[in-house]
């Protein structure tokens, strides 16, 4: 798919509180689901992924759910601690080929100590 | 192991003065990436090469960016008479083949061009 809608493109939790980021796909066929988290000044770096035969994968505090149906996945933190405190983009493979990924706009999460 | 290197890190060049940006990938790795990241934003893409040849070169905003891969080696992304809106963190990943996979991110180049 060429086009992934990300939600919200900011966030502020308190911590200890629960952060959900939404993304919606547009292609059905799409099989591969990854979310990556940037720090300030840092490079990109995935945190958890799934793919389109699943429904659920957790890794700690950390999930990561996927609907078909609805074509949306989303990334669920909880307990969050300061250092969650980061960019998070999601992304989906390109329609172009399996290899090549297109990613969201990003959510920009603040944890309020 | 190691992972994605770029060089260099930081660069400085004056309006309209070529320059050239290189990545090394992971060995092994057969696909290569490179983004464009300018400040606050998102990623994107401009070009994409498995093995030496670049399958999608869509996202080259202009004429005057081009990128050479050695192999499944070495990358350089080069942008001649660079303008101001160049400016920007140029990021390089690489993945293995056979499907979507993780890409690993170098550290960046960050251009500034005056």
């Known amino acids: 798919g060429e086009n992934v809608e990300q939600h919200p493109s900011t966030l502020s939790v308190q911590e200890g509180d629960s952060a959900v980021i939404k993304c919606t796909y547009s292609d059905s066929a799409s099989n591969y689901f990854p979310w990556y988290k940037q720090e300030l000044g840092k490079r990109p770096q995935l945190i958890i992924d799934?793919?389109?035969?699943?429904g659920e994968k957790k890794d700690q505090r950390i999930a990561v759910t996927l609907n078909k149906t609805a074509k949306h996945f989303s990334l669920h933190i909880t307990e969050t601690q300061p250092e969650d405190s980061a960019v998070y983009f999601c992304a989906e493979p390109s329609n172009f080929g399996n290899e090549k990924l297109t990613f969201g706009t990003g959510t920009r999460l603040t944890i309020i100590p | 192991g190691a992972g994605v290197s770029q060089s260099p890190s930081n660069k400085v060049t004056e309006k309209g003065k070529d320059v050239e940006l290189r990545c090394d990938p992971i060995?092994?790795?057969?696909?290569l990436y490179w983004y464009r990241q300018r400040l606050g934003q998102g990623l994107e893409f401009l070009i994409y090469f498995q093995g030496n040849s670049a399958p999608d070169k869509s996202g080259l905003p202009s004429d005057r960016f081009s990128a050479e891969r050695t192999g499944e080696s070495v990358s350089t992304l080069t942008i001649q008479r660079t303008q101001q809106e160049d400016s920007a963190v140029y990021l390089c990943?690489?993945?293995?083949?056979?499907?979507?996979?993780?890409?690993?991110f170098g550290p960046g180049t960050r251009l500034t061009v005056l």
């Open positions: 060995s092994g790795h057969t696909a």
């Open positions: 799934i793919r389109s035969n699943v």
């Open positions: 990943a690489s993945s293995f083949r056979g499907g979507p996979n993780e890409q690993f």
